[in-house]
């Protein structure tokens, strides 16, 4: 190998190493500005999502209430920050509805609050890859990165999971107030009454917001056009 040659390679290896370092900076600077950016973000999500909570437009005598939604703005920032991010975010609401809640004891709290509300996280699973979301500086635009459907299903997975601890809760710790019925149809049908008509608002108020933000788009013009 000659010289010129030798002094070719280091200079190549010289640009690729430096390369390299430039990607590594990179890729740090991404993940220092995401994490600054979910904080920020959880922040607010999780303060709305309390606030949203105290309004109680309706509440079952034995626990349990009717919200304006107060579910949706935690959904939304675990589809845009995935499922690790979104499960601290949705813990730490759990945590926040202990306050003023139906405290009886550890594992009532556990299924009622704890279990309940942090399965809000799980709708993380129904985001976008980390890829495509990092490169996304804007948390809204990356809603857009996956299909309406999906945050329909992450929603509709929220309140069943919610559904399902809240049940067990009622057979085990509540069953009492079931008197001559069964257990298991009470605490459905109790639990169900909130959670459904909760559902009902949460997805009126998430077609509604879908549609502000170009998420879900109906051409009014092409139906005028069919008839």
Aim: proline share 3%.
């Amino acid at each position: 190998m000659s010289r010129k040659d030798v002094i070719s390679k280091v200079e190549q290896d010289a640009q690729a190493a430096e390369a390299e370092l430039k990607m590594k900076k990179t890729q740090e600077a991404a993940k220092r500005r995401e994490m600054i950016l979910s904080v920020a973000a959880g922040g607010i999500c999780l303060a709305l999502s309390f606030m949203l909570s105290r309004i109680e437009l309706f509440k079952m005598p034995q626990g349990g209430s009717v919200t304006p939604a107060s579910m949706l703005p935690i959904i939304f920032f675990c589809l845009c920050f995935g499922l690790k991010r979104g499960l601290c975010v949705s813990f730490a609401f759990s945590l926040l509805e202990l306050i003023g809640g139906t405290l009886i004891n550890f594992p009532q709290v556990m299924l009622d609050y704890i279990v309940a509300f942090t399965a809000i996280g799980l709708s993380g699973i129904f985001a976008a890859s980390e890829k495509k979301r990092i490169e996304v500086k804007n948390p809204l635009k990356r809603l857009k990165l996956i299909p309406f459907w999906r945050i329909g299903v992450a929603v509709f997975v929220c309140f069943l999971l919610r559904l399902v601890s809240h049940v067990l809760s009622g057979v085990i710790f509540w069953s009492e107030y079931a008197g001559d019925q069964n257990p298991w149809v009470y605490s459905i049908i109790y639990n169900g009454t909130f959670l459904l008509v909760e559902a009902a608002i949460t997805a009126v108020i998430l077609i509604g917001v879908s549609l502000a933000l170009g998420l879900l788009k109906i051409n009014i013009s092409e139906d005028k056009k069919k008839k």
